[in-house]
């Protein structure tokens, strides 16, 4: 019953809109239904064999997602082995503690035009820029998660005699996994930020490429269809977050706790 | 079987420094299950974690079959009292007590048929696939039992195993260890502060005084068997040693009056 009444919620917000917007008649504000079409237009009327996706669609919105998951991909492999680490081993976490909350502090906008130096304009600067931005959330909070896994809980690997690696896949990954989690989701929704940014910057394609196409056209349908098609994606991507998070995490989310 | 000899242990040094265990010796023979009573704050803890290698002692030695214990050895299983938090929540129960069993044993099949079997026996079939937090807190200090039990340990070390249950399920849990005893030749050391449990499962009773922890009577149980909770706690035999094990605890004469118990809470890892 209850998705029924969230379901009349989202329509009634959308039908909300397309009534405002109609009466409005602002052309800064077109209605969601000429937003939809458009979408459908630019990007969903292919040909069944791709998935109904326009080459403008496999153009832009696959590289986009590309260089998002490749950027998430290198901050995860950096973030969660270094994490476990230094988790583990609070002297070298306390020495390195002042510089990483430095690299952290520092807005990843302004990382940019460094990126842009090492790597000229392109796809290698586009992924630096969300890697370097999303490793932060992850790298500390896996840091946190490592540091403070149950003390019981290693002295049971220590009493049964675990190896040193047996200690560190069954007890210190697990246990640190759910803060791990909880700093991937932070940086994905920072990944399509960063990547929406770094796309404006410079690019010869992508989301991000396209909205600052339409913002110099002034076609404001074309620019609302991207914003709205950014909503989606970031909905997509969470939902399947979500999933392989009760997926890796039942013992943990199913007790209650979210 | 298991030899401990002048075991002292203090945490930190100089003049700070606190005593849990103070020249602790005792001697176990083979097969035999002792329980260790004491005052709050008297090491019992300390000295349970020194015998299993958990951490180093200050002075002394513990020698297990001949060998001086200087890590965790080989053939050892504890019980922790925090079920809650020894058991790994990650884990469905049957892995949970066969993930000790990785470093013995290599074929998969194998360990969960020891898992599953050794869960059978502490009178817990069918649970191999439930998560720990889906079973009752008896039911789980049962599954440490089983993990315990699943490497065939020589010495078991129980740690206040019963202490954070309800008294009918500390009962089940007593009539098990008793159980196991009899069935098995494992040498047993159960720390409780329960004087009651500590004579109706214990071969002999060692009475720690109140820190730093020194060795403070040793009494053999001479309880017939099998012992049953409610006959033989009414045997005369049961109701003179436990009224002897708690006038020794409570250690009521001027020598071993607790002396600094503030501070001596601190060591006891409760």
């Known amino acids: 019953m209850r998705w029924l009444w969230r379901g009349l919620v989202l329509v009634a917000g959308v039908g909300g809109w397309q009534l405002w ?40 919105i696959l590289p986009s997602l590309g260089r998002v998951l490749a950027g998430l991909a290198i901050a995860t492999a950096i973030g969660v082995p270094l994490g ?18 430095f ?37 500390l909070n896996t840091i946190d998660g490592a540091a403070t896994v149950d003390p019981v ?18 007890v210190i990954v697990p246990a640190a996994l759910p803060k791990a989690f909880a700093g991937f989701r932070l ?19 992508g989301i991000g490429y396209e909205m ?32 392989a998070e009760r997926l890796v995490l039942g013992w943990h989310t199913d007790k209650g706790l979210h | 079987m298991l030899e401990v000899t002048d075991l002292t242990k203090a945490y930190g040094s100089g003049a700070a420094a606190h005593v849990a265990i103070d020249r602790v010796s005792l001697t176990i023979p083979q097969g035999e299950l002792v329980s260790i009573v004491g005052p709050s704050g008297c090491g019992k803890s300390t000295l349970l974690r020194c015998v299993a290698g958990l951490i180093t002692s200050t002075a002394g030695q513990v020698v297990l079959r001949g060998e001086p214990v200087q890590r965790v050895p080989d053939g050892l299983a504890v019980v922790f009292q925090d079920y809650g938090r020894s058991l790994y929540p990650w884990l469905t129960v049957r892995d949970n007590v066969a993930l000790p069993l990785r470093r013995t044993t290599r074929v998969r099949a194998a360990r969960r048929a020891a898992a599953d079997a050794s ?24 599954v440490a039992i089983a993990r315990a039990l699943a490497a065939d340990p020589v010495l078991l070390l129980m740690d206040e195993p019963f202490g954070s249950v309800d008294a009918q399920t500390r009962e089940d ?11 098995r030749d494992i040498t047993t050391l159960l720390v409780t502060h329960d004087i009651d449990e500590s004579v109706y499962v214990g071969d002999r009773v060692i009475v720690l005084t109140a820190g730093p922890g020194q060795v403070r009577a040793d009494l053999p149980v001479s309880l017939p068997e099998p012992r049953d909770q409610i006959t033989t706690k009414e045997l005369p035999e049961f109701v003179r040693l436990r009224t002897e094990v708690s006038r020794l605890v409570r250690g009521r004469d001027a020598a071993t009056f607790p002396r600094r118990v503030p501070d001596n809470r601190l060591a006891d890892s409760e």
Do not use: C
């Open chain 1, 21 to 60: 917007t109609s009466a409005a008649g602002s052309a800064f504000f077109p209605r969601p239904s000429a937003i939809v079409a458009r979408m459908h237009h630019l990007w969903f009327s292919g040909p069944a064999a791709h998935l109904f996706l326009t080459p403008d669609a496999t153009g832009n």
């Open chain 1, 84 to 101: 476990i680490t230094l988790g583990r081993s609070t002297v070298v976490t306390s020495y390195l503690n002042p510089l990483l909350q």
């Open chain 1, 103 to 139: 690299a952290r502090a520092l807005p990843v906008v302004t990382m940019a035009p460094v990126f842009i130096v090492l790597f000229k304009i392109g796809t290698e600067m586009e992924v630096a820029t969300i890697a370097f931005g999303t490793v932060w959330p992850i790298l």
């Open chain 1, 153 to 170: 809980q290693l002295d049971t690997g220590l009493a049964f005699r675990l190896s040193p690696r047996q200690r560190l896949v069954w």
């Open chain 1, 187 to 205: 940086s994905l929704s920072l990944s399509l930020i960063l990547m929406v940014f770094a796309e404006l910057v410079g690019s010869s394609n």
């Open chain 1, 212 to 243: 600052s196409n339409a913002s110099n056209a002034f076609d404001m349908t074309f620019l609302w269809a991207t914003i709205v098609l950014l909503g989606i994606l970031g909905y997509l991507l969470n939902a399947l977050l979500g999933g």
């Open chain 2, 119 to 142: 869960l059978a026996a502490v009178g817990l079939p069918g649970v191999g696939d439930k998560y720990p937090r889906q079973l009752s807190g008896g039911m789980q200090q049962r």
């Open chain 2, 173 to 183: 849990l007593e009539d098990l260890v008793l159980r196991v005893r009899r069935e």
